[in-house]
T-cell receptor, first 112, second 118 residues
Framework: DTEVTQTPKHLVMGMTNKKSLKCEQH?????MYWYKQKAKKPPELMFV???????INESVPSRFSPECPNSSLLNLHLHALQPEDSALYLC???????????FGPGTRLTVL | AQKVTQAQTEISVVEKEDVTLDCVYE???????LFWYKQPPSGELVFLIR??????QNEISGRYSWNFQKSTSSFNLTITASQVVDSAVYFC???????????????FGKGTLLTVNP
């Protein structure tokens, strides 16, 4: 099973809301990633978790807060977002860092 | 610093034509990995292939084939007998060698939009 699931598929939120994106994989992968993708652009790396520890934070604003409760789950907590944060948010996992990453279907986020 | 260039922004072909998508990379590492991903309109990135820098053997998988040439720093994708379902954005990506197990980054090219017309 090479599936990464993400919920919700779509999310609309106001700038004062607090919401969370969820990602789950059951492939036994030990590396998980969050990416942000704007229209007609490649994905941009936000965070990398390796063995449930944050290993890379690409200078992401603090209004994005990642969390890795266990080896199968990855959350992205959102608070006080701006309209320019509207994008497709992709989660991915890999067996270890360096291996091919498998992506989820993404969450399309709209910030009003 | 690593860099991936996909010079073809958009390509349009007619069904059953062969099409080659170009990818040129830059890296200072001797150990690195190259990838191709497909992103159809639904948005999900689909993994196609991974190659490490020590394996220059070309590969064929169904209608996909890859040509890896270190001498020209290129990793091109060819789709044979294209089909409408091949219409998507194709991304080439590069990661540098695993220097410690945690400091890993995947650098994407800007992507090539392939449209296959019936």
């Amino acid at each position: 099973d090479t599936e990464v699931t993400q919920t919700p598929k779509h999310l609309v939120m106001g700038m004062t809301n607090k919401k969370s994106l969820k990602c789950e994989q059951h492939m036994g992968h030990r590396a998980m990633y969050w990416y942000k993708q704007k229209a007609k652009k490649p994905p941009e790396l936000m965070f990398v978790y390796s063995y449930e520890k944050l290993s890379i934070n690409e200078s992401v604003p603090s209004r994005f807060s990642p969390e890795c409760p266990n080896s199968s789950l990855l959350n992205l907590h959102l608070h006080a977002l701006q309209p320019e944060d509207s994008a497709l948010y992709l989660c991915a996992s890999s067996a270890i860092t360096g291996n091919e990453q498998f992506f989820g279907p993404g969450t399309r986020l709209t910030v009003l | 610093a690593q860099k991936v260039t996909q010079a073809q922004t958009e390509i349009s072909v007619v069904e059953k034509e062969d099409v080659t998508l170009d990818c040129v990379y830059e890296t200072r590492d001797t150990t690195y990995y190259l990838f191709w991903y497909k992103q159809p309109p639904s948005g999900e990135l689909v993994f196609l292939i991974r190659r490490n820098s020590f394996d220059e053997q070309n590969e064929i998988s169904g209608r996909y084939s890859w040509n890896f040439q270190k001498s020209t720093s290129s990793f091109n994708l060819t789709i044979t007998a294209s089909q409408v379902v091949d219409s998507a954005v194709y991304f080439c990506a590069l990661s540098e060698g695993d220097s410690g197990g945690s400091n890993y980054k995947l650098t994407f090219g800007k992507g090539t939009l392939l449209t296959v017309n019936p």
